[in-house]
């Protein structure tokens, strides 16, 4: 807080204060000026008085005199009294009172006053004393009158002749020394916190005496350490003054408006780079609402930068969040930022064909987000911008969501398209974290760019929307400023002259029609208002829009905006020869699809043909003719589209059908591999044939005959989902003590739910917005190919499906064909079905895999594992088989992806050449801005937007084109505004101002209507005068109904129930108001309403879940639940708003914003019942309180409504919850039973009730009772008795005529259709007993026999099979004896070996200790080829390579110098010269002489203090008194140094490669600088030995002997035997190629198995 901030508050606000008054003891009331500040004043007397004339809260003696307005009232003179200034004894005395003590004490005491006005100082204790006491005050904490003491200690003259007083100082005892540092520490420290607290207005002060303390006093009392410190306040300084500088700066740019970009905005990157997600603050200007823009390329910057900034921005602050929360570690998933969505764990799963493109299928986790509504979530909705990156966001990968299922969500899945990325990008192993934008990145992606492409010859209507400036308009006006400026009044449409007459037909009466014919419309001649058909404001308004090129209609809420608009377009498409010169339609732009479909349907009405609605497909049937989708298809019937058009699309088409369709095969795969259970055959390319039979035989030992191995539609059954657990065979399930089995098909509650209720949901409305004709087509064609997709996946082996609805887990697998059609097999329950399910599910979402190795290991032992390895050795085999599939199609994909561009320009140019035949031509806003290109090229004339209130300026700008003459805007701005993502850029910015707002803002001449023809005339009142100044009701909405069954048509309920936020987003949830309105709803239905005459509002979409959930379909079908914005334009009879917030912080949220509040009170036509916390929106919001003052007036506002009983009116009651609605009147009447009696004869059970009078609907609930006709067992019907008795459901013991075992069966059953389920006691054709259920047929081939048998093999050996396989021809699995040449036993088996001719290599690690020390990790056979971190070392460097690879010498000089010897080679090679011998004649840090040698580095240890450890005998010599030693660098012993020379000697000698090694403890000697002469030599060694193995030495040799290897191998395999036949089978030689391979290039075959753990 400044000083100049203070005075000025205290000017403003005066009060009350003590005065001392220049004379007289006495007590009494003074007066001061409007101007005067209250403070204490020195004086001789002493008095009360308000006001004062002290300047910063006191009047001290040197300052200022009396005011001599004061007046004294008779009060005694005495002499004036003189203070003295206090010493720094008492000051010393008072700093042991408390800070706060001590700040009141200075503030009060006049000797402390005295003292900070004398002029000068002349003692340094008194000053030290004085601000050692203001140090000490500062510990009080922020106040106000520490903030006093503060201003006035700096202000003083003491304090301004400090300066003075330290360059003059000198320093002459020590006591005066210590004084002085003491102050310059005070001084330091009060510096720094004047910097703190008033920086501006102290700077100038604090740098003075920063200066003299650094020029003068610090090196005069040596206090250089003080220069940190000091240095510190000098930053605060220049950074205070830096930015006074720049806010200078800023000021004078704003006025002058001269502030540049830093680049050309033509030139941006539309994608965001990592630049922009870096934390840099973006170049943003404001848009201006109260002027003209500079230039045309000003308003454009400006836009651009402003709504790319509105979607790039929470990508970065999100990112970085993100980015900083793994920097602290804070836990996976639990960072979280509103700006964006963060998933983990995401993988890409599969690439998707579409006529726009390749989509891929991206899985990700769903920890967190398993409560998530994805129907109504703003999540992933269609055209939001994602980012992808798997190295924390130092690359990023982007995409678009290209279509959008709330079930694939639920699973975590959703489709995208990617931008630019390449196939090395999009690996299906790698892992990303993505997040995802909350904006609609697809709209700003094709309205920035259409910005970049717009001149100054291109976009016409400058001068209005650039504006020209006139006089001195503010450019940053506020919008609340009263604009003086005259009104703009446009020019008319250039195709518009003097004399061109209109048919203005439309706009009269009946009676008058010959009035309009032929109309001079720029001319005052017009039909007088009483003959045409509209009002004073509507006329003003057709006028306007007809005679000016650039309209702006303004209409509240029921004037009938639509109307006008609709009229203006009929007028203008009777006299269409008029501005239809150049062939260019009427363009139609809305905000909304529903908006659209509403104008077209209103143009059809007289005009219905040329007409073409571009984008998502309309819900409106009427408008399905008019769609560009279906346009394209009759003229393609009809053949009226260009020949080259045509020829060029089937030709592109036939290029990518060829290559579609293997890639749809591959995908399907990669799906079904990520979605189900796949089988062992269709893993047969990565499974081998012994993993299959294990499978095979390891469940028929377990299911023990209660299985087939045969399943639907008579494919093999797979084995694989028995395996991990998620099976269906009976034996196994009755094996499980978990799972339940019943014979029951589905039991009645079981049964489904009753659906819940269709609201809008906020994430369709906003796809609906996104979505045009192409995009339609895309999501069209998606769920289309799920049929081809459907017929893919049935040709391949399933093993489990996760899709419920087609998985049968049920008797059809396990009764074969026989029973698939019957009610009566045996079952598993839903409930472990679900469970199933869910295991499936959870596991195939991990990632974790088996290494090489460790699956070899486990493929072994298929059933002796548990769950958790089975699963993850099935996720490797889906791997395997996943990297296959996309290895095949990798190579189409680009092909197939560039003739789909190919295929889109020419689809464009079909759309150009439909869209030219019409004259008009209607899209959504978002589709302009996509189709802009197209635009350009149809050229329209004219172009109506409506709703362009809500339109962002950006997007109207980019729907023009340079052949645009007309522009009409419709909408109101005190309805919605636009809505950007990021609420700062509003409010500092200015970007929700539409084109509309900013126009009128701008003084443009607009028309506004208003007679308003909707809202009952109460309720109309609550907008006038509290938002529109006038609103006119007209007649019609005096005549409407009151409502049946409640006491007034508005009323609104006020409640304190608190409200709730929702698990994902800002929305909130109010379950109270909720259950109210729903009961109100259904008692209103009661009452005889049609659904469709009942809207329900809401102001947050959380609220309509909980309205979803309390509303079953069947009951409130046609009834309307939206959000007030997503029900803007629209009406309804009935309106029941809720307005849930209500909270202990009495926050209002968008209840604040007046627009929304306009929206929402603005809906009904007859009836509107409000609910909320009236007295919370009150005391936060002068709108609603002005609105709930006219309510209460109006006595329509109470804790609870009146509700009454038609039949009896005199049945009253005031409800003021749900529950109390339904008590109090269940069935919409009172509590009286209703006692009519049926057609059945029973009597009715309901309460009164005024719907269905004459029991037409009503369903009697009695037991039927009646004998069941077709019943042989006379069976009694126990069903309801509106319900058809039907087929006798009751069960009996029957003897099953096929067999005849006894089997419980449903009465009426036939009985040749019921699958026995006793054990079947039958020998089959091979002679075993059969082992399956009576119900199967044992005779059919396909149901193998499972009973083991033994074959003899071709080698001798035997094998036990299954029965069904003894035909096969067998591999040996025997193992093989044999012991290989490295002594390890042989891994292979009989077969793997060819009867031991040719052996499987060893596959156990080798373990030999290598000449580098480290031991060998390499597989025995393979060269040991060491891949341990290299040890090799100097005293320069280490080597950093692998030990197996060559190291690169040290090219230092040698370290090893002494006076006596010097080495002169380099470091890597052998020394020159001797070893030194000489004594050292240092002495060690004890003081005693160093035991080691001249020019080595000095041991640790003394003769004298560590005797004991230096003469431990070990070598012998140790214990002698001039005995020398060295201490090894590698492990600081301390060893006898002619003994270690001579064992280090020895450790080399007889050509042994190796180091030589500590005595005492084996380490190795590598950096001892004495021994560097052996450790270079062994290096050398070792070097020779690496290069050996590494095949590096002999090359000729090598290459020699690799072809005669190879001349051998071929010669071996091509040997027969004595018949002529081969020897070796196909199979065998590959094994010999393959091993000869590994033998040549054992690196590759090293790197491979490595690759492969990995």
Request: glycine share 6%.
């Amino acid at each position: 807080t400044s000083t100049r901030d203070i005075m000025d508050r205290r000017n403003r606000e005066g009060g009350r204060g003590r005065g001392r008054q220049e004379r007289g003891r006495g007590r009494g009331r003074g007066g001061g000026g409007g101007d005067q500040q209250d403070g204490r004043g020195d004086g001789i007397g002493r008095g009360r008085g308000r006001g004062g004339d002290g300047v910063r809260g006191g009047r001290w003696p040197h300052q200022q005199p009396p005011h001599p307005g004061h007046r004294e009232r008779d009060r005694p003179q005495r002499e004036e009294k003189v203070y003295h200034p206090v010493g720094f004894r008492l000051l010393e005395e008072r700093l042991e009172l408390p800070p706060e003590q001590l700040v009141l004490w200075l503030m009060a005491d006049r000797g402390v006053a005295a003292l900070l006005s004398m002029e000068q100082v002349n003692n340094t204790r008194i000053i030290l004393m004085l601000l050692s006491a203001v140090k000490k005050a500062t510990e009080a904490g922020r106040s106000e009158n520490l903030t006093e003491l503060l201003i006035r200690v700096r202000d003083s003259n003491i304090f301004k002749s400090l300066s003075v007083y330290l360059n003059s100082v000198s320093v002459e005892s020590n006591r005066e020394q210590k004084d002085m540092e003491m102050l310059v520490d005070v001084l330091l420290f009060l510096l720094e916190h004047y910097m703190l607290v008033l920086p501006s207005d102290s700077q100038d002060m604090v740098s003075l005496l920063a200066l003299v303390l650094e020029s003068r006093i610090l090196g005069l009392l040596g206090l250089e350490r003080q220069n940190y410190h000091l240095n510190r306040i000098k930053e605060r300084v220049s950074e205070c003054r830096e930015n006074r500088k720049e806010k200078k700066m800023e000021a004078k740019k704003k006025v002058s408006g001269l502030e540049e970009p830093p680049d050309n905005f033509r030139e941006i990157s539309i994608f965001p780079t990592v630049v922009d997600i870096s934390n840099k603050k973006p170049f943003l200007r404001k848009n201006i609402i109260g002027g003209a823009y500079r230039d045309l390329d000003t308003y454009l910057d400006v836009q651009f930068r402003l709504l790319r900034e509105d979607f790039v921005r929470p990508l970065r602050e999100g990112i970085t969040d993100f980015k900083e929360g793994m920097k602290l570690g804070i836990q996976v998933g639990k960072v979280q930022n509103k700006d964006i969505r963060v998933y983990h764990e995401a993988r890409i799963l599969f690439p998707e064909i579409t006529p726009q493109g390749i989509t891929h299928q991206i899985q990700f986790s769903l920890d967190g987000l398993r409560n998530i509504r994805w129907e109504n979530s703003k999540r992933l909705i269609f055209g939001s911008l994602v980012c992808l990156s798997s190295d924390n966001f130092q690359t990023l990968i982007f995409a678009t969501i290209a279509n959008r299922d709330p079930k694939k969500l639920a699973e975590g899945r959703i489709d995208v398209f990617f931008q630019d990325a390449s196939s090395e990008d999009l690996s299906v192993q790698q892992t990303f974290v993505m997040v995802e934008s909350s904006s609609y990145f697809e709209a700003y992606r094709h309205v920035l760019r259409s910005l970049q492409q717009v001149t100054e010859t291109n976009m016409p209507f400058q001068k209005y929307i650039v504006g020209e400036r006139r006089g001195d308009i503010d450019p940053f006006a506020d919008e609340d400023d009263e604009d003086t400026e005259d009104m703009l009044i446009p020019e008319s449409p250039r195709y518009l002259t003097h004399n061109t007459t209109y048919d203005l037909t439309p706009l009269m009466k009946a009676d008058c029609i010959t009035q309009g014919k032929s109309v001079v419309v720029r001319s005052k001649l017009w039909p007088a208002g009483d003959s045409m058909d509209l009002d004073k404001s509507q006329l003003e308004a057709v006028k306007s829009a007809l005679t000016s090129e650039i309209a702006v209609v303004q209409g509240p809420p029921g004037t009938g905006k639509t109307y006008i608009g609709l009229k203006i377009a009929e007028v203008l498409l009777l006299n269409h020869e008029v501005w239809n010169t150049s062939k260019g339609p009427i363009l139609v732009l809305c905000y909304t699809n529903h908006a659209l479909d509403q104008f077209l349907e209103g143009i059809m009405n007289f005009h219905d043909k040329h007409i073409v609605r571009v984008g998502s497909r309309s819900k409106n049937e009427a408008l399905a003719k008019y769609s560009l989708t279906n346009l394209r298809s009759t003229m393609r019937k009809e053949r009226l589209v260009p020949r080259d058009i045509h020829g060029n699309i089937n030709d592109i088409r036939f290029q990518m059908h060829s290559i579609q369709e293997e890639i749809l095969h591959s995908s399907v795969k990669m799906e079904a591999a990520a979605k189900h259970v796949l089988s062992e055959r269709e893993l047969e390319e990565i499974l081998s044939d012994d993993v299959q039979d294990l499978l095979v035989g390891g469940f028929a030992e377990i299911s023990q005959g209660d299985f087939m191995l045969q399943g639907k539609q008579k494919k093999p059954k797979s084995i694989m989902a028995e395996w991990l657990g998620v099976g269906s065979s009976v034996k196994v399930i009755e094996m499980m003590g978990n799972m339940e089995v019943d014979q029951n098909r589905i039991n009645e509650e079981e049964a489904a739910n009753d659906e819940d209720i269709d609201v809008d949901e906020d994430a369709q409305h906003e796809e609906d917005k996104r979505v045009t004709e192409a995009d339609q087509d895309l999501m069209d064609f998606l769920k289309s190919n799920e049929k081809r997709k459907q017929a893919i996946k049935e040709e391949m082996d399933i093993a489990f499906d996760m899709n419920e609805d087609q998985h049968d887990v049920a008797d059809g697998q396990n009764a074969g064909n026989q029973g698939n059609q019957n009610n009566h097999g045996w079952q598993v329950s839903r409930k472990e079905k679900r469970r199933r399910m869910n295991l499936a599910r959870k596991e195939l979402m991990k990632h974790s895999l088996m290494s090489s190795a460790e699956r070899q290991q486990k493929e072994s032992l298929l059933w002796y594992q548990s769950s958790s390895d089975r699963w993850r050795l099935y996720r490797t085999w889906v791997r395997d088989y996943v990297m296959l599939c996309q290895d095949s199609v990798k190579r189409m994909q680009e092909e197939y992806n560039r003739h789909s561009r190919r295929l889109a320009e020419v689809r464009d140019q079909e759309s150009l050449h439909i869209l030219k035949t019409a004259k008009v031509v209607g899209m959504t806003t978002t589709g302009a801005a996509k189709l802009h290109t197209m635009l350009q090229d149809l050229k329209p004339s004219i172009m109506i937007v409506e709703e362009a209130a809500e339109v962002l300026e950006a997007h109207i700008v980019a729907g023009l084109t340079a052949s645009c003459q007309h522009l009409i805007l419709i909408g109101d701005h005190q309805q919605l505004r636009p809505n950007p993502t990021v609420f700062e850029l509003c409010r500092t910015y200015n970007l929700d101002i539409s084109l509309f707002e900013r126009l009128i803002k701008n003084n443009l001449k607009f028309s506004r209507l208003e007679n308003q023809h909707r809202m009952l005339p109460a309720i109309s009142k609550l907008l006038v005068p509290h938002i529109y100044e006038e609103l006119v009701d007209h007649e019609s909405v005096m005549r409407y109904p009151l409502i049946r069954g409640v006491s007034s048509n508005m009323f609104f309920i006020n409640h304190e129930r608190m409200e709730v936020s929702v698990t994902d987003g800002h929305s909130k949830v109010n379950e109270h108001e909720a259950m109210f309105l729903v009961e109100l709803c259904r008692y209103l239905l009661k009452q005889g309403y049609n659904p469709n005459q009942i809207t329900i509002l809401t102001t947050y979409s959380g609220q309509l879940f909980a309205f979803k959930k309390k509303m079953p379909r069947t009951e409130f079908t046609g009834v309307r639940v939206s959000t007030v914005d997503n029900y803007q334009g629209e009406e309804n009879d009935i309106i029941l708003l809720s307005l849930v917030r209500s909270n202990k912080e009495g926050a209002i949220g968008f209840l604040g914003i007046d627009n929304r509040v306009c929206v929402a009170l603005s809906r009904a036509k007859h009836a509107l019942y409000c609910i909320g916390n009236f007295s919370q929106l009150c005391s936060k919001s002068v709108l609603w309180e002005k609105i709930l003052t006219y309510v209460h007036r109006e006595k329509m506002v109470g804790d609870g409504i009146l509700l009454q009983c038609q039949k009896h009116p005199k049945y009253e009651q005031m409800v003021k919850d749900g529950p109390s609605i339904r008590q109090k009147f269940p069935e919409g009447g009172c509590t009286a039973p209703c006692s009519a009696r049926l057609s059945c004869g029973h009597t009715c059970q309901l309460s009164c009730h005024s719907w269905d009078p004459r029991h037409d609907q009503y369903q009697c609930r009695k037991v039927c009772g009646q004998v069941r006709p077709d019943c042989p067992h006379q069976h009694k019907c126990k069903l309801s008795c509106f319900q058809d008795c039907g087929p006798c459901p009751d069960k009996i013991q029957a003897v099953l005529p096929v067999c005849g075992h006894s089997q419980e069966v449903r009465c009426g059953e036939d009985l040749s259709l019921v699958v026995c389920r006793d054990k079947c006691d039958k020998t089959r054709e091979c002679g075993h007993k059969c082992m399956l259920i009576c119900g199967i047929d044992c005779t059919d081939p396909a149901n193998f026999c499972m009973a083991k048998s033994k074959v003899n093999l071709s080698c001798g050996h035997s094998k036990t099979v299954f029965c069904y396989q003894t035909s096969r021809i067998h591999e040996c699995n025997t193992r093989c004896p044999s012991k290989l040449e490295c002594d390890h036993p042989c891994p292979g088996t009989c077969h793997s070996c060819s009867g031991a001719r040719l052996h499987s290599p060893c596959s156990q690690v080798c373990g030999r200790l290598l000449v580098c020390g480290h031991v060998c990790r390499e597989r025995c056979g393979l060269p040991c080829l060491c891949q341990a971190q290299c040890q090799t070392r100097c005293g320069h460097s280490a080597c950093t390579r692998t030990c197996g690879e060559a190291c690169v010498p040290c090219t230092e000089p040698c370290l090893r110098a002494c006076p006596h010897n010097q080495c002169s080679a380099l470091c890597s090679q052998p020394c020159t010269g001797k070893l030194c011998s000489q004594p050292c004649k240092l002495l060690l840090p004890c003081g005693h002489p160093c035991i080691g040698l001249c020019g080595e580095q000095c041991p640790t240890k003394c003769r004298f203090c560590h005797s004991e450890e230096v003469t431990q005998v070990f070598f012998g010599p140790e214990d002698e008194p001039d005995a020398r030693f060295v201490e090894l660098a590698d492990c600081h012993h301390v060893v006898h140094a002619e003994s270690m020379d001579s064992w280090v000697e020895q450790a080399g000698a007889g050509g042994q490669v190796g180091l030589a090694e500590c005595p005492m403890c084996k380490t190795a000697v590598r950096t001892t600088g004495r021994y560097n002469n052996a450790v270079n030599h062994h290096l050398i060694a070792v070097e020779r030995v690496k290069t050996k193995l590494r095949g590096e030495e002999g090359t000729q040799m090598r290459e020699e002997l690799e072809v005669e290897t190879r001349a051998l191998v071929t010669a071996e395999i091509q040997t027969v035997d004595e018949n002529e036949k081969p020897l070796y089978s196909d199979k065998e030689k590959e094994k010999l190629i393959q091993l000869v391979k590994t033998l040549l290039s054992p690196e590759k075959s090293s790197q491979h198995t490595q690759d492969e753990e990995h």
